[in-house]
């Protein structure tokens, strides 16, 4: 489903982040970085809610706002019952709609959010995104087994928490339209190689957002999945041209091939994964660089790989879902 | 966060039930029940699945529509990531989005459902809850103990699936407005009480949407809470009265307490919870109420209790959430 905007912007973006994406090639470019996985908080979960908390308070204070200035809160997360978006919710105390997508999430809130903000139900949304590295090995890999090798395929859940204030009133970026993902499944079982799970998903969003729009990859300086990583970047450059005769391959990257030096970090493996990945990417990169015209037109597609630990051992396939928004400059 | 809606309509809606919830009083009013747990699938997650997908085949049936009819389904549930839901999804291959908030995620899917209608987006949107027992006791559970007694406090998550079709064409029934709700947290860590966890979360969103509406307890024929049980309802009338002034008790009444025969059932104790709870009592009784008139308005106030089974080992209080839709008959 693929709607047009007119009046969606994004007033400003927050980053938090763990120690491991700090010594990335975005280092540089997040609010704020941590040296441990706890944050002076006494467990790994609620490490996870000082994450998403942080970056909204940080998003506050750049634009001088108050909790109280967010007429809606949307947000989810990785946690069983999306408890880290919950708990964040719960220092809030604003109107909140809890969202799942997997690592799609971050697209699936802002959409929500700009169908809000466009049907001026509301004026001022924030939507937040999280992931905890250690609180996902521990859910979706109890045993952990500490030492087991992983194959190449493997994503590696980055951790931090990240932030849009979402607004009726013109600003530097606008969100132009989005596209609702349809969800696939390709008989993938294998949550050892989500990119191979999820690069359908982005194919077909991607051309169901091009078509829908008339639009041509021309359109876009930049095509940007979530997190395929390497081995499913390359999956989708191939499924676009066979299956739909498009080549994105000048005009497209992955986010999760962007947050870490894929050479230096080899324990990320195939590249970064988690609903807060590619909004680490994109919220301390991509919208900076639209802000100052760098660039003018990028089509943003979170992937996102549905399944829980239960059903994979059921030997149920895994399915992915992908949300398309196109980001543009304002003149 | 309170919204008028003009031009939302619920076409129909359907319901399929376990065999516990098809020996309560409301038996005869479901569309389809089941005799056993498993409902002819391998595992009791897969069974969830049918439940939800059960009922939107029975609601494509009723209003003779095909799933490509389908301009967007918005789904949620309490497996883990929400699984029920994206299983379904995968069956369905309409865009689709994903939601959370435990036992209020039935009304937080229709407001979202209303949004988009209302600024017409889209034009027919489905929303499905489901919950089933067992997957909900193995999972918030495990280790279950079996034979292990329950506190009189403690609910019984219901066992089904329901959905309802939603367009913006005339109909007997319309969503006039809504009102999302605010985390709540009352320092509450008991899981077998959960109607104590989520009476101020109803009470705080039925005030907002009262007092944001201009409107008292006398303009509804009815007040209906999601499912506190026997305990949280009374809690909920003297919370409303002593916090807020308003007396509710002429008009009230919970879901939790009306899918069940408590006096027959025991082991339902307090009585029914989980996200399809409040969804079986209003599509197979109020609606049909409000279709032939006998009831003119009704507010319907879904609860959620927002927390998970690592955040209450951890000792972090349970939160609560309640979002409200005001249901008319439409002259």
């Given at each position: 489903m693929t709607t047009k905007y007119k009046d969606v912007y994004i007033a400003d973006v927050s980053t938090v982040v763990g120690p491991y994406e700090a010594k990335g090639p975005l280092s540089k470019r997040f609010d704020r970085s941590y040296e441990d996985m706890y944050f002076g908080t006494d467990s790994l979960e609620t490490a996870?809610?000082?994450l998403m908390t942080d970056s909204i308070d940080i998003l506050l204070n750049k634009l001088k706002k108050d909790k109280s200035d967010i007429?809606?809160?949307?947000?989810g997360d990785l946690q069983?019952?999306?408890a880290t978006s919950s708990y964040t919710a719960g220092k809030i105390?604003?109107?909140?709609?809890?969202?799942?997508?997997?690592?799609?999430t971050n697209t699936e809130g802002l959409i929500m959010a700009s169908n809000f903000l466009e049907s001026k139900t509301c004026d001022e949304v924030v939507v937040s995104v999280s992931s905890h590295n250690m609180v996902a090995e521990k859910q979706f890999r109890n045993p952990t087994e500490y030492g087991a090798p992983k194959p190449g395929t493997a994503t590696f859940t980055a951790t931090g928490?990240?932030?849009?204030?979402?607004?009726t009133k013109k600003s530097k970026v606008r969100i132009a339209s989005s596209t609702i993902g349809i969800v696939q499944d390709y008989d993938q079982t294998d949550p050892m190689d989500m990119g191979a799970v999820m690069a359908p998903a982005a194919a077909n969003t991607i051309n169901d957002h091009l078509n829908n729009l008339d639009q041509t990859v021309d359109d876009y300086d930049l095509i940007l999945t979530g997190?395929?990583?390497?081995?499913?970047?390359?999956?989708?450059?191939?499924?676009?041209?066979?299956?739909?005769?498009?080549?994105?391959?000048?005009?497209?990257?992955?986010?999760?091939?962007?947050?870490?030096?894929l050479e230096e970090?080899?324990?990320?493996?195939?590249?970064?994964?988690?609903?807060v990945c590619s909004a680490l990417v994109v919220y301390s990169d991509i919208i900076k660089k639209l802000q100052n015209k760098e660039l003018k037109r990028v089509l943003y597609v979170?992937?996102?790989a549905l399944f829980n630990p239960t059903m994979v051992f059921q030997k149920e396939n895994i399915l992915s879902i992908a949300h398309a928004i196109s980001l543009e400059s304002v003149e």
């Open positions: 996870e809610v000082k007429d809606l809160f949307i947000a069983n019952q999306i105390k604003r109107p909140f709609l809890g969202i799942y997508s997997a690592c799609a928490g990240a932030s849009c204030y979402l607004t997190d395929l990583g390497i081995y499913g970047k390359e999956i989708l450059i191939d499924f676009m041209k066979t299956e739909y005769g498009i080549d994105i391959s000048n005009k497209y990257n992955d986010c999760g091939t962007m947050l870490y030096d970090q080899k324990d990320v493996q195939a590249g970064g994964s988690g609903p979170a992937t996102g």
